[in-house]
């Protein structure tokens, strides 16, 4: 899908939005303000509507009379606030009880969860509901007729719920995080195209120091920090896969291949390599082996895993792949493939090698006809690089 469709659809979804918003928030007023609501006394609604016809007689109003009206239209508002005012103050103190009840909630929660991220979600979930319950009780205080505020926050509800769909799984996603922990600070991840070390998690976005990735144009080719920050929502949690490179293990398992000849001796270049790879990494991969076989056999999985570097074969039409698989940190991928490239690299180039392991390149083979139109028989093999 190109940019600009992409931009349509980024801003006919927020002017949707809006509107639902703009509604939910009128609906709101409508309830708090509503004419009915004022207790103006008779004679005031008299005078209303005696004004109101007086207005509908007169076509063009001079400025003196406008003035009369929008003086009285000031008056009106006030009177109608004076009559709601002890409403006001009631639904005003009862939002006063319920943030003194959430900070004292929240000093208590943190006495007993000693955990960061339990702390803060239980502490949401339950500010949350005292927070509703008290906004319900004010509105109704301010209201008075309970079934009526009920039916309209229904339908405000409603409204903003479609309104605020992504924020609201955003948040739904920072609390699924928050109890099962897919991720925390310091945790390497990738989710969705984010790749990157988690500096920060708040209730609706989540901010990681971006690592490069080898298979996107114009990054480091390297699983290596490339210094920039990426935000991503939280609903990204519910909707796409996240992947935890250091929750439990901070070690992942690496592959180097090596491509040689068809024509080299196999049993030879296996045994060449590994022993090249165990002298390397055989004392470092020993207690991660470990680490991670007991992690597999307390979940009932495979728990044998091998405790040095291990090669296997593969087979391609023009070469025989040697892939050199090893156990290491996380972070440390590209330091260690690094160091075992240049072992590999200068290992084919030792002389006890020679016509025993053969590196890959561009070959022609020459092939030598005889008199007779067969091919001759040449001792030992020519090779002319391309």
Same mark, same amino acid.
């Given at each position: 899908?190109?940019?600009?469709?992409?931009?349509?659809?980024?801003?006919?979804?927020?002017?949707?939005?809006? %509107? =639902?918003?703009?509604?939910?928030?009128?609906?709101?007023?409508?309830?708090?303000?509503?004419?009915?609501?004022?207790?103006?006394?008779?004679?005031?609604?008299?005078?209303?509507?005696?004004?109101?016809? +007086?207005?509908?007689?007169?076509?063009?109003?001079?400025?003196?009379?406008?003035?009369?009206?929008?003086?009285?239209?000031?008056?009106?508002?006030?009177?109608?606030?004076?009559?709601?005012?002890?409403?006001?103050?009631?639904?005003?103190?009862?939002?006063?009880?319920?943030?003194?009840?959430?900070?004292?909630?929240?000093?208590?929660?943190?006495?007993?969860?000693?955990?960061?991220?339990?702390?803060?979600?239980?502490?949401?979930?339950?500010?949350?509901?005292?927070?509703?319950?008290?906004?319900?009780?004010?509105?109704? #205080?301010?209201?008075?007729?309970? !079934?009526?505020?009920?039916?309209?926050?229904?339908?405000?509800?409603?409204?903003? %719920?479609?309104?605020?769909?992504?924020?609201? &799984?955003?948040?739904?996603?920072?609390?699924?995080? %928050?109890?099962?922990?897919?991720?925390? #600070?310091?945790?390497?991840? *990738? @989710?969705?195209?984010?790749? $990157?070390?988690?500096?920060?998690?708040?209730?609706?976005?989540?901010?990681?120091? &971006?690592?490069?990735?080898?298979?996107?144009?114009?990054?480091?080719?390297?699983?290596?920090?490339? $210094?920039?920050? @990426?935000?991503?929502?939280?609903?990204?949690?519910?909707?796409?896969?996240?992947?935890?490179?250091?929750?439990?293990?901070?070690?992942?398992?690496?592959?180097?291949?090596?491509?040689?000849?068809?024509?080299?001796?196999?049993?030879?270049?296996?045994?060449?390599?590994?022993?090249?790879?165990?002298?390397? =990494?055989?004392?470092?991969?020993?207690?991660?082996?470990? +680490?991670?076989? &007991?992690? *597999?056999?307390?979940?009932?999985?495979?728990? +044998?895993?091998?405790?040095?570097?291990?090669?296997?074969?593969?087979?391609? &039409?023009?070469?025989?792949?040697? %892939?050199?698989?090893?156990?290491?940190?996380?972070?440390?991928?590209?330091?260690?493939?690094?160091? =075992?490239?240049?072992?590999?690299?200068?290992?084919?180039?030792?002389?006890?090698?020679?016509? !025993?392991?053969?590196?890959?390149?561009?070959?022609?083979?020459?092939?030598?006809?005889?008199?007779?139109?067969?091919?001759?028989?040449?001792?030992?093999?020519?090779?002319?690089?391309?």
């Amino acid at each position: 899908m190109n940019l600009p469709v992409q931009g349509a659809r980024f801003r006919l979804r927020a002017f949707r939005q809006a %509107s =639902l918003l703009a509604v939910a928030i009128t609906g709101i007023l409508l309830i708090l303000f509503s004419p009915g609501e004022a207790d103006l006394p008779p004679e005031n609604a008299a005078d209303l509507s005696a004004a109101d016809l +007086s207005n509908e007689n007169q076509i063009e109003p001079s400025g003196q009379e406008s003035a009369e009206e929008a003086i009285g239209a000031i008056h009106q508002i006030l009177r109608g606030f004076y009559a709601n005012l002890p409403k006001i103050i009631v639904a005003a103190g009862v939002l006063l009880l319920a943030w003194i009840l959430v900070r004292l909630i929240k000093a208590l929660l943190w006495k007993l969860l000693k955990r960061w991220e339990r702390f803060n979600a239980v502490t949401a979930i339950v500010g949350l509901t005292i927070w509703f319950i008290a906004i319900g009780i004010a509105l109704s #205080v301010l209201a008075g007729d309970i !079934r009526a505020l009920v039916g309209s926050l229904g339908l405000v509800g409603l409204a903003l %719920s479609w309104a605020l769909q992504t924020p609201i &799984e955003s948040f739904t996603g920072w609390l699924l995080n %928050s109890f099962k922990g897919y991720y925390r #600070v310091g945790d390497r991840i *990738l @989710v969705g195209e984010v790749f $990157g070390d988690v500096y920060r998690i708040d209730f609706l976005a989540t901010t990681v120091w &971006e690592i490069g990735d080898p298979h996107r144009p114009g990054f480091v080719l390297a699983e290596q920090p490339t $210094g920039r920050l @990426v935000t991503f929502p939280n609903n990204e949690v519910l909707t796409g896969t996240v992947f935890n490179l250091t929750r439990d293990f901070p070690y992942v398992w690496d592959e180097l291949a090596v491509q040689i000849a068809n024509e080299s001796d196999l049993q030879y270049a296996l045994k060449i390599f590994e022993d090249l790879a165990r002298k390397l =990494l055989k004392s470092y991969m020993v207690e991660p082996a470990r +680490s991670y076989g &007991e992690i *597999l056999g307390k979940q009932g999985l495979e728990d +044998s895993i091998p405790e040095e570097p291990q090669v296997f074969v593969s087979m391609s &039409e023009n070469w025989t792949d040697l %892939s050199i698989r090893y156990l290491v940190g996380a972070r440390e991928r590209r330091k260690w493939k690094s160091t =075992l490239s240049a072992r590999v690299n200068e290992e084919l180039r030792n002389p006890e090698h020679i016509d !025993r392991i053969i590196p890959v390149y561009h070959r022609r083979q020459l092939q030598l006809i005889g008199p007779d139109g067969k091919p001759a028989r040449v001792p030992g093999r020519t090779q002319d690089p391309a």
